[in-house]
């Protein structure tokens, strides 16, 4: 286990709630218009966490990359083409953290991935009201 271990550990609730603040933040201050970029930047934002824990870990960083790319793929073909895409890829990583919570991919606590199941699932189903 790498000495990055305990600090990312420690930080992870700071990080998940300004996370959250910063998304609301931004739905309550900007204009309308811009939903979607700020979907699309929630997105890249979200998929930090796992990636990281597994470069801390030493394992998985392939798969962990593999899939947020993946998502980022996703997401900007949502914001170039149909928000659906954008909503899919914020829903699919909520899907994802439960998958990991079943013990898929890189070591997270588990506090973090139901709370971001959570978030991921409730801010799909409100950018679905702005179709």
Do not use: N
Request: aromatic share 12%.
């Amino acid at each position: 286990m790498s000495a990055l271990a305990e600090p990312l550990r420690r930080g992870l609730p700071l990080a998940f709630w300004a996370y959250v603040a910063a998304v609301v933040l931004m739905h309550l201050s900007l204009p309308q218009a811009w939903v979607w970029h700020i979907a699309f930047v929630a997105l890249i934002g979200m998929l930090f966490t796992y990636p990281a824990h597994a470069a801390v870990q030493g394992d998985k960083l392939r798969l962990e990359m593999s899939v947020s790319w993946g998502f980022a793929l996703v997401g900007l073909l949502g914001l170039l083409l149909t928000p659906l895409l954008l909503i899919a890829a914020i829903a699919g990583h909520g899907l994802l953290d439960l998958a990991k919570y079943r013990g898929l991919g890189a070591e997270v606590p588990v506090w973090y991935l139901l709370s971001c199941a959570v978030f991921d699932l409730a801010y799909a189903a409100y950018l679905l009201g702005h179709l």
